[in-house]
């Protein structure tokens, strides 16, 4: 009767119950003391508690203490038994060891774990730790506090074990993220015979979902149907969450439709496992079989539902989804209106993302993460400072996913020096060592131009994944450092990382580079080893990099034996062909892509016009510029226009690039006076040649090539007091002249040549073969073009200077070390002069060779006395 009162908390029939029990002259034992008490503290009469203590022999005194705290332990205010248990001390009531088993258990609920461990102390004292239920309890206190080595060693230290001590060492490793002791404990824990609940199988399998073992979970899963426990709701829940983090959602649908009445928390667990392995239709669906089941979902059912519709970039399903959670007044819950944020954020929908934003009451720092998705890429990368600015300033503490974003905003706008602020805040909060953001921080400074700094935060990092890794190396290559890309790349294999495709792009891009082919082959050799032939970054890599090596027929192999041929295959090949000046068969391969039902982009169109360009096709290139917004809806973008500007200069149509120039919706850039100031070299027009250099003067003071290109046209009309103000001018601004150079690879070893150059060591057989090939040429009617030397000497002196450009003798070791037939690839990185290119043509004649020559523009294939550009280049 009394235990009924306490469940009604009613305290008037409770006091009749007691009256009863007077009147009736009743005497209590120790049984009928801890339920008056208990009946008394839980309906709050705190009053009589006190009297029924005065009244209770000493012998009954500490049953209905321990009951009064038990009572307030079972009602989960730890806090104010440990307090109570406090009251008692000072009563001088002795406890005993079920008391200090139930103040342990008070403790392990609040943050008393001072308390705890003068409970410790005491019973070391009075010799009880080691029994069995004080045992469990400090195990289980010292183990949600997280203090596992002294959870174990109570642990060990105890005279026996039951599934309670066990269950809470499990949980403690569980909570500290130690799946392996986790395991390992557990299978100690079978060969001792404890019996096994679900509270035991739910904790080793959010220890194999942390580890990601799905070898290990599926063996619980099994013990589990042995024992008869996957049917329970706790435990299947468990199981899907394990699957769920193991990728594997066909085995968590299994395990979830094993329950038989699944409440909002398995369709929760499920809807959410299918949104994070990327099947968000199938996570749409399940919510409509949730509701028709009659189950409300829960902020958390609804969270991972937007989730999903964010990757179904379906903006019409999470709008109405959105008026569904208004509905269900779920707007005004946090983690929902965060994940709207993540889902308009990321759909391009920002000013609807902010008006949910400035909606929110409370606003944490996942509030902040999500607003900031939408300004870490595009034009909204200002706007992601400026967020991030405005968080601090809220004293919010930002995380690594808030610097992830911030790091991104930064290397899309190449702000080196926000990028640094960001790591300065990163360094001052503690994650400089995580490996995401260390991961961000490598991509930024590498973007940023700043690959010391890149380097350096590359060495600094702990545990390298294969991300990592692929960071650096494309990095490298992506500020054309391709040598320390590829001995990246070699340090990466030695320490047993495995690439990926990306990686594999990365690499075969610093190839591309370098010319590198045998470097090159080798990566294709692991690529083809690790069956990523297939994959189309690595495809196009491959295709680029043979292309760029100048062998055209693996170029065209690769491409031919690709299974599937999207828009970036096909431009890589069209510009291939258009690199090599083989214009008719690039606007072969752009019919044959129309033909397959690809769609053209403006990459496309800059391989298509280069083409045209290439190969003197005026009209064919007029009509593919003209077709590119008319016919594909492309909008010509500033490559397109010198595309096209180009196309005018080879055939020196000035008026028409004045016009053109005069006609472009944006103001024009470097590269379009860059492609004036060449074609106006070429066919000597000084006056548009001047006002070119002048605006390239104003936008780039300090390249080379513009001035190089102007004291040409000077040179070339004799104009030799402008040549000299041009080379003051050069001085004054202190800038240098790349110096000219070729180099060959031969047996794997690159040999590099200057004009002139006699540092070789087989210098006298290089000089000695350019006097034959000079014999052969006079033989072929050869006249060295002395107007190609643009310097004011006389003419023995131009012959001389002709005779040993830097092409020549990589030519001469060329020929002098590589077997008769064999083709010569040499690497020039300035122009080849028209004089060289006339006598390559007749070099190949006379040595019955190929000869490649890759130059800074394009490729030129000399053979049987001819080249592949048709003499226009």
């Given amino acids: 009767m009394l235990q009924k009162c306490v469940s009604n908390r009613s305290l008037v029939n409770g006091q009749a119950v007691h009256g009863h029990v007077i009147k009736c002259g009743i005497k209590p034992d120790s049984h009928l003391w801890s339920c008056l008490v208990s009946m008394y503290a839980k309906c709050g009469d705190i009053f009589c508690v006190q009297q029924l203590f005065s009244q209770m022999p000493q012998e009954d005194a500490i049953v209905g203490w321990h009951a009064l705290i038990n009572g307030l332990v079972i009602e989960g205010n730890g806090e104010e038994a440990v307090l109570l248990f406090s009251e ?33 102390g005491q019973v070391i004292k009075f010799g009880i730790s080691s029994y069995l ?26 005279r026996q074990h039951n599934a309670v001590s066990w269950n809470s060492l499990l949980n403690g490793y569980v909570r500290i993220g130690n799946g392996k002791e986790v395991l390992k404990l557990f299978f100690q824990m079978t060969e001792a015979d404890i019996r096994l609940s679900k509270f035991t199988l739910s904790s080793v399998i959010k220890a194999c979902a942390n580890l990601g073992n799905a070898r290990e979970g599926r063996g619980i899963h099994g013990l589990a149907i042995k024992i008869g426990s996957v049917l329970d709701r706790f435990l299947s829940t468990s199981l899907i969450d394990m699957y769920s983090k193991c990728e594997l959602a066909d085995d968590a649908y299994k395990a979830f439709i094993g329950i038989e009445y699944p409440d909002v928390v398995a369709w929760s667990s499920i809807i959410s496992c299918f949104d994070q392995c990327g099947y968000a239709v199938e996570a749409a ?181 294969v ?53 090159g082959c080798q990566v294709h050799a692991q690529v083809t080893k690790m069956g990523m032939l297939a994959d189309g970054f690595v495809a196009s890599a491959l295709i680029d990099m043979y292309g760029k090596c100048g062998c055209l027929k693996e170029f065209e192999r690769v491409f031919d034996e690709a299974t599937t041929r999207d828009v970036v295959l096909w431009n890589t090949i069209i510009c291939g062909y258009s690199h090599h000046g083989l214009g008719l068969k690039a606007l072969e391969a752009f019919q044959l892509m129309l033909e397959e039902g690809l769609w053209p982009d403006d990459i496309t169109f800059i391989g298509v016009l280069s083409a045209c360009a290439r190969r003197g096709l005026i ?85 080379d090539s513009t001035y190089i290109l102007l004291s040409n046209i000077y040179a070339a009309k004799r104009r030799w007091d402008d040549v000299l103000k041009v080379r003051i001018m050069m001085q004054n601004q202190r800038v240098k002249k790349e110096p000219g150079c070729s180099w060959i690879e031969v047996n794997g070893q690159v040999h590099v040549f200057i004009p002139q150059d006699r540092s070789h060591q087989k210098t006298a057989e290089i000089y000695a073969k350019l006097e034959e090939l000079g014999r052969e040429l ?62 390559f043509k007749l070099f190949s004649d006379i040595t019955s060779r190929e000869i490649v020559v890759r130059d800074i523009g394009r490729f030129h294939h000399f053979q049987n006395g001819s080249c592949s550009c048709a003499d226009y280049w």
């Fill in 619 to 703: 009209k064919e290139g007029q009509c593919h510029f003209e077709s590119l917004s008319k016919v594909y809806g492309v909008t010509p973008t500033m490559e397109h226009h010198a595309c096209m500007i180009d196309i005018l200069g080879k055939a020196a149509n000035f008026n028409k690039i004045e016009h053109l120039i005069a006609k472009m919706p944006f103001v024009p850039n470097s590269l379009i006076w860059q492609t004036v100031l060449g074609a106006c070299t070429v066919h000597g027009n000084v006056e548009l040649g001047e006002r070119a250099a002048e605006k390239l003067f104003e936008l780039e003071p300090h390249k």
């Fill in 133 to 158: 239920y004080v045992g469990s309890a400090l195990v289980d206190v010292y183990a949600k506090k997280s203090e596992m080595e002294i959870a174990k060693e109570v642990f060990v230290r105890m």
């Fill in 285 to 465: 669906e399940l919510f409509d079989s949730m509701r028709k089941m009659g189950v409300w979902p829960n902020e958390y059912t609804l969270s991972s539902l937007v989730s999903s519709a964010t990757d179904l970039e379906d903006m019409r399903y999470g709008q109405s989804l959105h008026a569904y959670i208004i509905k269900l007044r779920f707007d005004i819950n946090n983690s929902v209106c965060n994940a709207l944020v993540t889902m308009y954020m990321k759909n391009g929908f920002s000013q609807d993302g902010f008006k949910i934003f400035n909606a929110l009451r409370d606003r944490d720092v996942v509030s902040w993460n999500a607003l900031l998705l939408g300004f870490h890429d595009g034009s909204g990368s200002e706007t992601g400072w400026k967020i991030f600015n405005a968080m601090l300033l809220e004293s919010l503490k930002p995380n690594k996913y808030t610097f992830i974003s911030v790091l991104r905003s930064c290397t899309n706008l190449s702000r080196l020096n926000q990028g640094k602020q960001a790591h300065a805040y990163i360094m001052k909060n503690g994650l400089d060592e995580d490996s995401f953001v260390g991961t961000t921080l490598v991509d930024m400074y590498a973007n940023c131009g700043d690959v010391g700094s890149a380097h350096q935060v590359f060495d600094s990092l702990n545990g390298r994944d």
């Fill in 467 to 519: 991300f990592t890794w692929t960071v650096i190396i494309a990095g490298y290559a992506h500020i054309d450092q391709g040598e320390m890309a590829i001995r990246i790349f070699c340090q990466m294999r030695r320490e047993g990382i495995k690439a990926n495709e990306y990686t594999f792009a990365s690499c075969l891009k610093a190839c591309s580079s370098l010319a590198a082919l045998i470097s």
């Fill in 778 to 839: 006079t033989l072929r009617g050869y006249t060295p073009r002395t107007d190609e030397v643009l310097h004011n000497v006389d003419e023995d002196e131009k012959k001389e200077s002709l005779l040993y450009h830097s092409e020549r003798l990589t030519l001469a070791y060329g020929l002098i070390s590589m077997n008769p037939g064999r083709s010569i690839q040499i690497f020039k990185n300035l122009r080849i002069c028209k004089d060289c290119h006339s006598a």
């Fill in 88 to 120: 008692m001390l000072k009563t001088g009531v002795q406890p005993n060891k079920f008391i200090y088993a139930t103040g342990l258990k008070a403790c392990s609920m609040c943050c008393f774990l001072n308390v705890s461990e003068q409970m410790h």
